[in-house]
């Protein structure tokens, strides 16, 4: 764990360092957050939000590579209470409107046009939130929904791992993972990776701010102006695919994918790949280098369904990286 009172830089991959990369902090209510831009200046930005416990690290993994071929460039951040952003050790320092402000700082702080704004779990409960309190993009990425609404407290996965975190704190979940070798290797590795660069204070909060916690409602989703794009994993029970088809069915223009947990084995830019067709199918503009564009967004009737076949057919991981 990071110890308290450190401060650390913004981890990327090693496979982005032959990119063009800026580093800089987003200031925030409270403290900062650490960002970086992948990609060439002037291309049009997708700013994405990493999920609870996630980290910027991950979305470069999964991302930079599709983003930028593309032709756009990628806007990551660790969250607050993350990685190498500033602490936020209380569980409403993680609520969903602090973290949806915080995406809308970020995308704010971006020069130029940004199409896509979007996250992983609670992120992409964020990119809904922040839209449609006034952030503005072409699309919205939502991957991995985790619920709709207000979740019952005590109820479901993250609950379940909140009660544990606050009855052992979070060391013997990172011991466990480390004995887990049922879980898909590359998941595994990219929690191992994540979750001890965390503020163990913070992490907790995080990870103890999602029982009970808010996502994106009925009428929020039904009132999102730009299209939305949806990645799901059809047997996570921390993120149903029957949510992410909820969320489909309510939004009034978008487009559903889907991706199996071994599919990423080896190639966590499937994940990215998959993202960009499915921003493309919806017509989105900005340079995503499609041999035949769509109609741009807000015209024609409302899409909902398969977009381009992205890849195989579909399952998800026990925990959100």
Known sequence: MTPPGQMSSLVLPSEVDELDVRRRRVGVPGGWLAAA???????????????AGSSARFLAAAFAAPVLHAGARLVVYDLRGHGASSHARRPCDHHLDVHAADLAAVAASVQGSVTVVG????????????????????????????????????RGPHAALAARITR????????????????????????????????????????????????????ELRALAPPLAIIGWPDDPGHPLAVARRWRDLAPRSALSTLTIGSLEGQLSRLGRTAVVTVRSLGVDGDLRSPARSRPPGRGRARHGRPARPGPDRAGPPATP
């Open 119 to 154: 996250g992983v779990s609670l992120g992409a409960h964020a990119a809904v939130r922040a839209v449609t309190t006034g952030t503005r993009a072409d699309a919205v990425l939502g991957c991995l929904p985790a619920w709709l609404g207000l979740s019952r407290p005590g």
């Open 37 to 51: 831009e992948l990609g060439v200046a002037d291309a049009p930005a997708w700013v994405l939000a990493h999920g």
């Open 168 to 219: 052992e704190g979070v060391g013997p979940t990172i011991a466990e993972l480390r004995a887990d070798h049922a879980l898909a290797p590359w998941l595994r590795a990219t929690l191992l990776a994540d979750y001890p660069r965390h503020d163990a204070a913070s992490l907790e909060a995080a990870l103890c701010a999602l029982d009970g916690a808010e996502a994106p409602s009925v009428a």
